[in-house]
């Protein structure tokens, strides 16, 4: 690697999310130009974190946050801890001074986003840069479609339409994962995986959601407990715990334009594995991204002549294209990780360019307020419910 200015990074918490922002900080500067390097300093973990070292590419292994937050050498915290250790990891990172990246969704709870806000303002008087891990955003297809947006392409918007599908929870073996204790993850698929599409219908048409109302539900209310994991699920033993987070949440939301839109994220959708969906029809067009088809978007133009009026499948990997001009020649398609480059290679350059870092802690906490206004109308027979 040239020698250039580095950045020190500590990434806290080295489940599956820590091996994808390992490769994202591994991959990034070796196909981007960036101002600084990231260097893979130290992975920490309670337990095992020396093995997740040697296998990810970091230089070091400890197992105590608040050892290596205090430390001189490191410049960044990444934090891919289970949520219930975000605020109190950031918030104590960035009175340290370092920048902070912290996985989705901000927090457990409203009140813990708006501690994590307010720190990451203090910090940001003095240059400290801290950004939200939303990744999805960062796909081609997906910025594309802001870009679209943004454009007018799609004229006037009418309506939002997303979903986020998965089917891990099906089998009812499945055990006690971390996912599923309301201590640990704040909310079930509702904050994992309904924050993803919140957040990415909110950043391709830049409205924000300003009440909902919705229901949530947990289907299988008992699980074997957790003996060993594996991916997101493991082996349970004969004992069983209880689920307490929701399987499911359907909701409609109105957006500060006042257009409807409608959401449903779930870990119950048999047969899908990752289907996350995202379609937005508007008074000159429409468009469609699906996560399962991630080099694609789907635009159909209503201006055109109407013999020729149809959904489009734009393979978007032209050179033209958010993040493509410095990876593969078109249609060499890029994956699920690439993502994780891509927020590694703008988190650099937010701090040493001072471009803004988007989603900041603030567009978290609005996300916070979402799935917690989502709780509630459910609590309340489903009332519309103000955010
Ligand atoms: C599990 O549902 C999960 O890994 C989420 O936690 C991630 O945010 C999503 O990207 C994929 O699914």
């Known amino acids: 690697m040239p020698d250039k200015n580095r950045l020190s990074v500590a990434m806290i918490g080295h489940g599956f999310m820590g091996a994808a922002h390992s490769?994202?900080?591994?991959?990034?500067?070796?196909?981007?130009?960036?101002?600084?390097?990231?260097?893979?300093?130290?992975?920490?973990?309670?337990?095992?974190?020396?093995a997740s070292a040697e296998k990810w590419g970091w230089q070091e292994s400890a197992s105590?946050?608040?050892?290596?937050?205090?430390?001189?050498?490191?410049?960044?915290?990444?934090?891919?801890?289970?949520g219930d250790s975000h605020a109190e990891i950031a918030i104590a990172a960035l009175e340290a001074g370092k920048h902070v990246l912290c996985e989705k969704p901000l927090a457990n709870t409203v009140a813990e986003a708006e501690a994590m806000t307010a720190a990451a303002e203090r910090a940001a008087e003095k240059g400290v840069v801290s950004m939200l891990g939303h990744t999805y955003r960062r796909l081609p297809a997906t910025t594309f479609a802001r870009d679209l947006v943004a454009a007018g392409r799609l004229g006037d918007i009418h309506q939002v339409r997303a979903s986020y599908l998965q089917d891990w929870?099906?089998?009812?073996?499945t055990p006690l994962v971390w996912r599923l204790q309301k201590e640990l993850a704040g909310s079930g698929a509702l904050g994992d995986i309904g924050a993803h599409i919140i957040d990415l219908s909110q950043f391709i048409t830049g409205m924000r959601l300003t009440s909902v109302a919705g229901t949530v539900e947990t289907i299988i209310r008992e699980r074997p407990l957790l003996e060993s994991t594996s991916g997101l699920g493991g082996t349970g033993g004969t004992e069983k715990g209880a689920v307490t987070v929701d399987d499911v949440a359907l909701f409609t939301g109105r957006y500060d334009s006042g257009v409807l839109g409608i959401f449903e994220a779930t870990r119950f959708a048999t047969g899908r594995k990752n289907a996350l969906r995202v379609e937005v029809s508007g008074s000159k067009g429409a468009l469609a991204f699906d996560l399962e088809d991630l080099n694609?978007?789907?635009?159909?133009?209503?201006?055109?002549?109407?013999?020729m009026q149809g959904f489009t499948k734009i393979l978007v990997t032209e050179p033209q294209h958010p993040y493509i001009a410095n990876w593969w020649p078109a249609g060499h398609m890029l994956g699920y990780e690439h993502a994780f480059s891509h927020q590694a290679k703008d988190f650099i350059d937010a701090v040493t360019g001072g471009t803004p870092a988007a989603p900041s802690f603030a567009d978290g906490l609005q996300v916070q307020r979402v799935l917690a206004a989502v709780e509630a109308s459910s609590a309340n027979a489903s009332a519309w419910t103000t955010i």
């Open 169 to 173: 929870l099906t089998d009812p073996e």
């Open 64 to 82: 105590d946050w608040r050892e290596v937050i205090a430390r001189d050498d490191i410049d960044i915290v990444d934090i891919v801890t289970p």
């Open 23 to 50: 490769q994202g900080w591994r991959v990034a500067p070796r196909f981007f130009d960036l101002d600084a390097l990231p260097v893979m300093q130290v992975v920490v973990g309670r337990t095992g974190a020396e």
């Open 296 to 307: 694609s978007l789907e635009f159909y133009d209503a201006t055109a002549d109407p013999e």
